[in-house]
């Protein structure tokens, strides 16, 4: 498979703020193969748009922002780029899809030239080259018409129609990586589902690779190679979809999954929601984050940190894990 | 020199509501956009005529009387009450109105009172070019200045630059026009010579003259309008800079200077657009009082002559041409939403 | 170290003092170098002002507005008390046929902001020019307040057809440009300090009438005037216990800029010559003594009313704004 196409090692963004600084990711570190689906999860203001944004580079110019840490997306280092090297890459490299379509478009430009200037921003063709990709591009995603929604402005189209554009938008440059940043909360169940069945079809036509972020392990939940868990600027868990949603170990996790609505269930069926809100992250609490809403709390979890231990390739944070390994429950004790 | 922010319909761009069906919600908007532009029509006839009325019974708070401005000191009585009689003061105040309104349509505005007794409409035609290219010229510059300015500040918001564009513009604000008018005169023309003064070269002599003897007018000018417009430009733009259609943009690859023109300018033109309709009274007046102090021979002038003649016929309709303007300007300004937010075209009138 | 950056303040309030001085005192016919070294001074100034007073009450002092409402008291209570200081003539030129003309400024002379081409003391004219603005455009705000907030509050309350004419009247008044509409008024009155004054507030109602009825429109809907007439109390008892108090912050804070604008009003008009009448001071008709080629061999005849006008200007629309920022939700927008 040859090296990885992004790697992040370790990465903090502190961003400052009127309290003070506030650290929205606190050494993350990650790794996706050319192709790959990662899905990260986690409560609004876990830090997951944050580090969505910051992999991408687009906070590397904000004076507001304290960046450590090295993204590395295919051998090149992000965090170090001139601000024209990331316009560069911001396109054909690395594409991004907003959670809400009603303010990714511009609303006094037309459907087209969203399209147009990203595809002329990038490529030597003629406008008349352009608008044909536009088109095509339309089509690809799946919009009926595009001759006639190639000349409406964002208001006349519903909103699985504008999302459809916010992705063709982020495709034009046939990226490497696509970054969806909850690309379904704004939008209604049903077309939910077909916006994700698109990026699916994408991901296989294109053959790029995927980090999809959501707050909702549903979404996520059999579309995904890989899954991490984030909590108050921290990766709480990661391991392949499979074995986090068959055996999930941090106790977060679990309530996550046990908040998504089961199909066998009766339709009215309550959710268990979990109680309590994220940690204050100006202030972060000194031992585990998540101490204060864990049902399983131990008196060491509020004062000793958990570091994210692997077990092969399932990494967890938790002194007490769920459903623990032979070999984890050992290690966590002896917790350095 | 006008009333900023107090304009109520501003805010009520936008913001699509969710409705039942397109097409119910289609043929009540169509309703709605007939009934408030009925509205907004039998209003403006209503203002307009309120303007006119309001401007014709002016003669009726009158101190000085006019015999005595047409005649001099010094005439029997029978003599100025002739020249009342021929004047038509001694008729009814609505009678006089009538006459005048229905002279004013057919474009007689009557002859000035005072020696050399032209006719009025003439005289503002002649006068009115200057004014317009004087005022037009103003306001070009202003956003030709305050465009960047405001995109600079705005992009470094909260840096030291911003805060000193701020606290410029706030104080270019606070300089009445005619002492405005004076340190430039003192400075670019008699400090150093750049410019001519108080000369006015017309249209048809050539266009390098006629710029080159405007410039330091349509400067005066510029200034209060460059600061007001900055000012509002910048805090809009500050807003839209947040928005997430700029982080897309920013996303694909487009640079700093594209998303500024191409992306940011046009969403937050609508305070400014709606403050240049606002200040249009205040531009007005600062045109009044630069051809004034530049001995300009525009509207300002041929008002303030007038006006210190006791000229009222010429008052009269300089007034009511100058607010047909004014109020026509205005509307136009409403109409300039519907491009600016294309939006605004089908949801909202 | 701590020791200069602790005289820091004090050393830069002294040095614009004395760039200052020497400024306006030394350099003569100056042009662009003498306004270069003004700013300078200025500069210092107000920088080591602002260091003295940070030192002194702590880092969020509002500087500028302190030295603004500084300036109004001072101008105030010296227009006030005007014709009990040991000043100079300021209208009668007979008093004044020994005087020098065309005086310089000179802070060590009988005339510290020198004199015009009648001898006439620039500093007295300039606070009785004082007293002119201060009364007339003081006068016109209240009585806009009065008038249009009474209109305003019965327009925003009643709705229907009162507030049809209420708009379509204060449309009238807006649809001529404001000086236009002095100059219009001009034309016909006398110019005595009431026909200013009321002229000028013309000028005010019309916004003080469209503010009262927005915030009124705006209270109607909350819940204590809903409580108010659920409990039966009468309009004219909602309207002046409940809506009027809350409606006169706004207005008194947009008055406040009001003043600004009217005083540049006032001050056009007379330098147009429809408005006070010399020998009579007023800023306006002082900075028009300047115009041609006076202002070029004695730029103090504009300079001294021009930087007063700027200065009160500046300090009621800095004052106003923050009052409006705090008291009229509807100011946030400029």
């Not at chain 2, 840096?159 to 701020?166: L, N, T």
């Not at chain 2, 026509?328 to 605004?344: E, F, K, W």
Request: proline share 5%; aromatic share 6%.
């Amino acid at each position: 498979m040859g090296r990885p196409l992004l790697v992040v090692e370790n990465l903090s963004a502190v961003i400052t703020t009127g309290r003070g600084p506030l650290t929205a990711v606190d050494g993350v570190s990650l790794s996706l193969d050319r192709g790959e689906v990662l899905g990260i999860v986690g409560e609004s203001g876990s830090g997951k748009s944050v580090l969505a944004r910051t992999i991408m580079g687009l906070h590397c110019s904000d004076p507001r922002f304290a960046l450590s840490g090295t993204v590395k997306l295919d051998g090149r280092d992000v965090l170090g780029l001139e601000p024209s090297q990331l316009r560069a890459m911001w396109g054909p490299e690395v594409g991004m899809v907003f959670q809400d379509p009603m303010t990714a478009l511009n609303p006094v430009k037309r459907v087209g030239t969203h399209l147009v200037e990203a595809v002329r921003k990038h490529q030597q063709v003629t406008r008349r080259d352009a608008v044909g990709q536009a088109l095509d591009l339309l089509d690809m995603v799946g919009i009926p018409d595009p001759r006639r929604r190639i000349n409406q402005f964002p208001h006349q189209l519903s909103g699985g129609m504008r999302q459809r554009v916010v992705i063709a938008m982020a495709l034009a440059n046939r990226p490497k990586l696509l970054i969806a940043d909850e690309p379904t909360t704004a939008l209604d169940v049903t077309v939910q589902r077909q916006i994700l069945d698109l990026l699916d079809r994408l991901r296989g036509e294109l053959g790029m690779a995927v980090i999809m972020i959501s707050h909702d392990l549903g979404v996520v939940a059999g579309r995904t190679d890989r899954v991490a868990v984030m909590y108050g600027g921290e990766i709480v868990e990661t391991a392949d979809a499979r074995s986090l949603f068959d055996a999930p170990r941090h106790p977060y996790a679990s309530a996550l999954l046990a908040a998504i609505p089961s199909l066998k269930g009766a339709p009215h069926q309550r959710l268990a929601a979990i109680d309590g809100t994220p940690p204050d992250l100006v202030m972060p609490p000194s031992g585990c984050r998540f101490a204060a809403r864990c049902d399983a709390v131990h008196d060491d979890c509020r004062v000793q940190p958990p570091q994210l231990i692997f077990d092969g390739t399932h990494g967890t944070a938790c002194h007490y894990p769920v459903n623990p390994l032979i070999s984890t429950a050992s290690n966590t004790s002896g917790d350095t | 020199m006008t009333n900023q922010s107090v304009k109520d319909d501003a805010g009520a761009l936008g913001s699509a509501s969710a409705a039942p069906s397109l097409r119910a919600r289609r043929r009540a908007g169509a309703w709605r956009r007939t009934r408030r532009l009925f509205v907004r029509v039998a209003e403006l006839m209503a203002v307009l005529f309120l303007v006119s009325l309001g401007t014709f019974a002016l003669l009726s708070l009158i101190d000085t009387d006019p015999a005595v401005t047409i005649l001099g000191e010094g005439h029997t009585q029978a003599d100025y009450e002739a020249v009342r009689e021929d004047l038509g003061l001694n008729d009814p105040l609505l009678e006089r109105y009538a006459d005048w309104l229905g002279s004013a349509a057919h474009g007689d505005l009557g002859a000035s009172i005072v020696p050399p007794y032209h006719d009025v409409l003439d005289r503002i035609m002649a006068a009115l070019p200057v004014s317009v290219e004087l005022a037009l010229l103003g306001v070009g510059m202003a956003l030709l200045f305050s465009i960047p300015l405001a995109m600079w500040s705005a992009y470094h918001a909260g840096g030291r630059i911003d805060r000193w564009i701020s606290a410029g513009t706030f104080s270019v604000l606070s300089v009445p026009s005619f002492l405005a008018g004076l340190l430039l005169i003192w400075l670019l023309s008699n400090g150093l010579g750049w410019f001519p003064r108080a000369e006015w070269s017309r249209l048809d002599e050539g266009l390098g003259a006629n710029l080159y003897h405007a410039f330091l007018p349509a400067l005066t000018i510029a200034l209060a309008e460059t600061a007001l417009l900055t000012r509002v430009l910048r805090s809009d733009l500050i807003t839209t800079l947040q928005e997430d259609y700029i982080l897309a943009a920013r996303a694909k690859g487009m640079g700093t200077v594209h998303i500024m023109f191409s992306d940011a300018l046009r969403p937050s033109s609508f305070s400014a657009v709606t403050i240049l309709g606002i200040s249009l009274g205040r531009l007005i007046g600062s045109t009044v009082i630069v051809e004034y102090l530049f001995a300009l021979p525009g509207m300002g002038t041929l008002v303030v002559g007038a006006a210190r003649t006791g000229d009222y016929v010429t008052v009269q309709g300089a007034v009511l041409v100058i607010a047909l303007i004014y109020v026509a300007t205005n509307a136009l300004i409403d109409l300039s939403y519907g491009y600016l937010d294309p939006r605004v075209r089908r949801s909202h009138a | 170290m701590p020791l200069l950056t602790r005289l820091l303040g004090p050393m830069l309030l002294c040095a614009g003092l004395v760039i200052l001085a020497v400024a306006i005192g030394g350099i003569r016919n100056g042009g662009w170098l003498q306004v270069l070294v003004v700013v300078i001074g200025a500069a210092l100034l107000f920088n080591g002002i602002g260091k003295v007073a940070r030192r002194r009450f702590g880092p969020h002092v509002d500087v500028t507005a302190w030295l603004c409402a500084v300036w109004l008291i001072v101008l105030i209570s010296a227009a006030v008390f005007a014709p009990l200081l040991p000043i100079g003539e300021h209208q009668d030129l007979a008093a004044t046929l020994s005087e020098p003309t065309m005086a310089r400024p000179d802070l060590l002379s009988a005339h510290p902001l020198g004199t015009n081409n009648f001898g006439l003391d620039l500093l007295t004219r300039v606070l009785y020019g004082a007293r002119v603005s201060l009364i007339v455009s003081i006068g016109a705000v209240l009585m806009g307040m009065v008038f249009g907030g009474l209109v305003g509050i019965v327009a925003g309350f009643r709705r229907g057809p009162v507030d049809w004419v209420a708009s379509v009247l204060t449309n009238s008044f807006l649809a001529v440009p404001p000086l236009i509409l002095l100059i219009a008024l001009a034309t016909v009155l006398e110019p005595t300090l009431q026909n200013i004054a009321f002229a000028l507030s013309l000028l005010a109602t019309p916004s003080m009438i469209r503010i009262a009825r927005a915030s009124t429109m705006a209270l109607a809907e909350r819940e204590f005037v809903m409580a108010g007439r659920a409990m039966g109390a009468s309009n004219l008892r909602v309207m002046v216990r409940e809506l009027l108090p809350n409606v006169a912050l706004p207005l008194a804070s947009y008055g406040m800029v009001m003043i600004s604008v009217l005083i540049v009003a006032e001050a056009s008009l007379s330098f147009l010559g429809l408005g006070v009448e010399a020998p009579a001071p007023s800023w306006g008709n002082m900075i028009a003594e300047g115009q041609g080629r006076v202002f070029e061999q004695n730029p103090h005849i504009v300079l001294v009313p021009g930087v007063v006008l700027f200065f009160t200007v500046f300090a009621f629309n800095a004052l106003g704004e923050r009052a409006r920022s705090r008291f009229d939700s509807r100011a946030g927008k400029l």
